[in-house]
T-cell receptor, first 113, second 114 residues
Framework: AQSVTQLGSHVSVSEGALVLLRCNYSSSVPPYLFWYVQYPNQGLQLLLKYTTGATLVKGINGFEAEFKKSETSFHLTKPSAHMSDAAEYFC???????????FGKGTKLSVIP | DARVTQTPRHKVTEMGQEVTMRCQPILGHNTVFWYRQTMMQGLELLAYFRNRAPLDDSGMPKDRFSAEMPDATLATLKIQPSEPRDSAVYFCASVKDPPGYEQYFGPGTRLTVT
């Protein structure tokens, strides 16, 4: 069985501050991990993904995430928050050979001016 | 810029009416997913198809929901009869082989059943 846990349904940061959104997973097979962003009234857009290889992955809009197998984590970070980063972020997991994604419940990021 | 398209973007209907939502996956993507998003339940997988054949529809209420892929460029999700609890945003997503690649999401259909 697979599961994704996002710690914190709502995170607030000041503009210019570090963004850290936490994601832990459980998987019986090597995982493929994804972060998606959803802006209001829009679909989900891929930020970044980890499949194999380098454990630090860089995505769009200055975001990056590090796959830590020992901690079963895939936390999303951005050094300096921008007002335009305010959105909901979803961590998702699939296993090699699987078509299905298991999503976390999402973390809504607010950026305070 | 290839993208998944969905129609209609918004639909308001009365309880008991039939609702049909349409999705055009990205050309060349052979696996298509239907999701439902609500505040209470978050994102739920309803069904998905590979090469137009249903692989899993266990997330769908069978008595009122049906999903089909008449051809490789069109996926449909029907609700008959609709109920207020079906009010949600319905997303379509597509992915190309091999499995494990990222899914590309459409903009969604916001359904309101009164």
């Amino acid at each position: 069985a697979q599961s994704v846990t996002q710690l914190g349904s709502h995170v607030s940061v000041s503009e210019g501050a570090l963004v850290l959104l936490r994601c832990n997973y459980s998987s019986s097979v090597p995982p493929y991990l994804f972060w998606y962003v959803q802006y209001p009234n829009q679909g989900l857009q891929l930020l970044l993904k980890y499949t194999t290889g380098a454990t630090l992955v860089k995505g769009i809009n200055g975001f990056e995430a590090e796959f830590k197998k020992s901690e079963t984590s895939f936390h999303l970070t951005k050094p300096s928050a921008h007002m335009s980063d305010a959105a909901e972020y979803f961590c998702a997991l699939s296993g090699a050979g699987s078509y299905q994604l298991t999503f976390g419940k999402g973390t809504k990021l607010s950026v305070i001016p | 810029d290839a993208r998944v398209t969905q129609t209609p973007r918004h639909k308001v209907t009365e309880m008991g009416q039939e609702v049909t939502m349409r999705c055009q996956p990205i050309l060349g993507h052979n696996t298509v997913f239907w999701y439902r998003q609500t505040m209470m339940q978050g994102l739920e997988l309803l069904a998905y198809f590979r090469n137009r054949a249903p692989l899993d529809d266990s997330g769908m209420p069978k008595d009122r929901f049906s999903a089909e892929m008449p051809d490789a460029t069109l996926a449909t999700l029907k609700i008959q009869p609709s109920e207020p609890r079906d009010s949600a945003v319905y997303f379509c997503a597509s992915v190309k082989d091999p499995p494990g690649y990222e899914q590309y999401f459409g903009p969604g259909t916001r359904l309101t059943v009164t």
